[in-house]
């Protein structure tokens, strides 16, 4: 029994010995990269433009003393260009703070998947980082620096994650579920654009609609409000209308928005919308007093203007042929036919007529009289 035990002994010391060192590096030989930016490249088409934002740590990020170095390179890989900016660089790079990466519109409108793909793949990168198109490039949005910025690299991340500012113009994304909807059949990814419109300020409140690998078209400031509405629950906004003249404005307590796909006709198939709104009065420019009567009046009016605006919407992103609510997987998953069922889907879905029913319901005028 002693001489198993010794053997054994003998045995794990000489593995031990065998093994190599596992290159730890202290925090203090490491620079950390917070996001990375993709672009064409100007000079030659046959490479792409990286940035990486790179955040140098500081002893209290309460001071305010935020430390960043922005190195770019061009290559015709991100692997490549990696190994070509750690030459400009003393440290290691540290891709495990990583929170986002910015596409630039001209490279987003190409094809992102060699990208994603890569950032999945790559085992020190974050599968909850926000992915993001950049306008005019990821360059120039990874320069900004806003003045409200406490950690390097942070305020573009707050805003994504709505973790610091609630948005109803931000469309959440998260790396996964990109990499998820780009294969997934039956429903389209979706990113939020990020503008850089000065040294300090970054504009959020557009969301563009891709294809399987490339962005295909970018909705508007109003339309991103909307999508947002049919997508979310809950989504804390505001609208507002014109009655005679006279603007009023009311901010959302509660929303929801169900479907429901109707094939009782062939050749006639519906996409029938139920949007429910529960909303508070903030805003009236008539000084007359609120009455039971004139609170119907303006929920009348809300309704049937929401109701063009979301059929509008909806008919908008049908004729792109992009799915980015997921009404064909929605029809894959309650049908089992999975031969054909979503070549059917593909037949129903360019004709299929919107049916949209908006409920608003005021329950407070936001004051007492």
Not at 143 to 169: C, H, M, Y
Not at 187 to 195: G, H, R, T, Y
Not at 216 to 224: F, M, S
Request: hydrophobic share 35%; charged share 30%; proline share 4%.
């Amino acid at each position: 029994m002693k001489s198993l035990k010794t053997w054994l002994t003998l045995l794990i010391c000489g593995s031990v010995m065998m093994l190599g060192g596992c290159e730890f590096r202290d925090i203090d030989l490491r620079l950390f990269v917070v996001a990375i930016g993709i672009d064409v490249s100007e000079s030659n088409p046959n490479m792409n433009r990286f940035s990486f934002k790179i955040a140098i740590p500081t002893g209290d990020p309460k001071s305010g003393d935020v430390k960043t170095v922005l190195i770019t390179q061009e290559s015709t890989s991100i692997a490549e260009a990696i190994r070509e900016a750690k030459s400009k660089v003393d440290k290691e790079l540290d891709f495990g703070h990583c929170k986002g990466v910015l596409y630039g519109e001209a490279y987003a409108r190409q094809d992102i998947g060699k990208i994603q793909d890569w950032t999945v793949r790559r085992r020190d990168m974050q599968l909850l980082m926000y992915p993001a198109v950049a306008i005019p490039t990821a360059e120039a949005v990874l320069k900004v620096q806003p003045a409200t910025e406490r950690i390097a690299g942070n305020a573009i991340f707050l805003a994504l994650s709505e973790d610091g500012t609630e948005s109803p113009f931000i469309a959440k994304t998260y790396s996964f579920d990109l990499s998820r909807r780009m294969t997934e059949t039956g429903e389209d990814p979706v990113m939020p654009v990020i503008e850089a419109t000065g040294k300090e300020i970054l504009n959020i409140d557009k969301v563009a609609l891709l294809d399987k690998s490339r962005v295909k078209t970018i909705l508007t400031r109003d339309e991103t409000r909307l999508y947002n509405l049919l997508d979310q629950r809950h989504l804390s906004t505001n609208f507002g209308i014109k009655i005679e003249g006279e603007l009023f404005e009311v901010n959302t307590d509660r929303t929801r928005s169900r479907y429901k796909i109707n094939e009782s006709k062939e050749g006639a198939e519906t996409i029938d919308y139920k949007v429910s709104i529960t909303a508070i009065l903030e805003e009236k420019e008539d000084k007359a007093p609120m009455t039971p009567a004139g609170l119907r009046k303006i929920e009348k009016e809300f309704n049937k203007d929401l109701t063009e605006s979301i059929t509008k919407l909806l008919e908008k992103i049908q004729k792109t042929g992009l799915d980015p609510l997921g009404f064909g997987l929605r029809y894959g998953g309650t049908h089992w036919n999975n031969d054909t069922e979503m070549e059917k889907w593909a037949e129903i879905y360019p004709r299929a007529k919107f049916n949209v029913h908006v409920k608003m319901t005021i329950k407070s005028t936001g004051y007492k009289r």
